[in-house]
């Protein structure tokens, strides 16, 4: 079922008399996987609302998330939390779309300054699990009317209501960009480099370090954003606080953090990867699990392994949970996700308030139902 509008949408929820797999362009198979007939929303595409002078944007929940970047690039404007295609990693096809991007909360390499997908979320439209439309939030930055329900649908999976309408803050897109790169170094020294370049007072949008399997040989790297001779300066800066980095700009700077962003690296090879927070300071200590990405200053730890058994679930959630940190299985075959705790196992009582905030939103339980068990 692929409806067209919101009206439409809400009907076929409230028509469904089993389970539904709610998907949006079906880029980012990620989690259980969800038995049902599927109902997508990419059939809700178009910009409802853009208004560049109040940095607002209000889009159909459907609409390809390349077409957004187009309509926002014509004014000089992005979306700041610049957000991962998952189509090499996953190997999937298809139009990734604004709702899924939502509805995963996804985010790249920029949020380390600027912050994630919720964070620029201002307002909701969706439809319950019992065919109601709901509207949270506003389509300006001024109206924050029910803003906790807002962000509560980032990252919710589908699981609580299926998005139609999305409304962001934007921001001017930089005049320029440039990159410090350094090679050879050891996870650990490459942590400690992105670590003193986030605690300059120069403005780093970007903090990763790539091992040397992932690369030709150990990648760390530093970005810088903004006016051209802001940029000019701060690269000169940096570069005397971290001796042995060249400079690196424009064109072949944004290549490098698409390989970050996108995991590249990982894309079309066997195993299983999984996404780790931690620590910045503690993302080394993971290194010996499996091939290692680092992003976020050394917090966002992706990792390449075998999957063989449980993917190392049993082995990386044992070590990940001594440093407080969490894991989450982004790539395995579909008979491994339906075996392994995907997502990281909650607490007891955030299971009870979980399991709460469903049965509200989708008393039947027809919404993507397990993806996040």
Known sequence: MTPETEADLAEAVCAATGPLRIIGGGTRPIGKPVAGEVLSAAGLSGVSLYEPGALTLVVQAGTPFA?????????????????????????????????????????????VQGGACRDYLIGVRFVDGTGAVVKNGGRVMKNVTGYDLVKLMAGSWGSLGVLSEVSFKVLAAPGAEASLVARGLSAEQGVAALSAGLGSPFDVSGAAHLDARSSDEARTQVRIEGLAGSVAYRAGRLAELLPGFEVVEGAQSAALWQEVRDVTPFAGRDGAV????????????????????????????????????????????????????????VRASEA??????????????????????????????????????
């Open 67 to 111: 077409e957004v970047e187009a309509v926002l690039a014509a004014e000089g404007q992005r979306l700041p939390f610049e957000p991962m295609d998952h189509r090499a990693l996953l190997g999937t096809s298809g139009a990734p779309t604004i709702g899924g991007v939502v509805a995963a909360n996804v985010s790249g390499p920029r949020r």
């Open 274 to 329: 999984w996404r780790i927070s931690v620590k910045p300071s503690d993302g080394p200590l993971l290194a010996g699990l499996g091939e290692a990405i680092f992003d976020w200053g050394g917090g966002l730890v992706w990792l390449l392994v075998p999957e063989e058994g449980d993917c190392g679930a049993a082995a990386i959630r044992a070590r990940v949970a001594e440093l407080g940190g969490h894991a989450t299985l």
């Open 336 to 373: 491994a996700r339906a075996a392994v705790a995907v997502f990281p196992p909650e607490p007891a009582p955030v299971a009870a308030l979980t399991a709460g905030l469903r049965a509200k939103f989708d008393p039947r339980g027809i919404l993507n139902p397990g993806i996040m068990g």
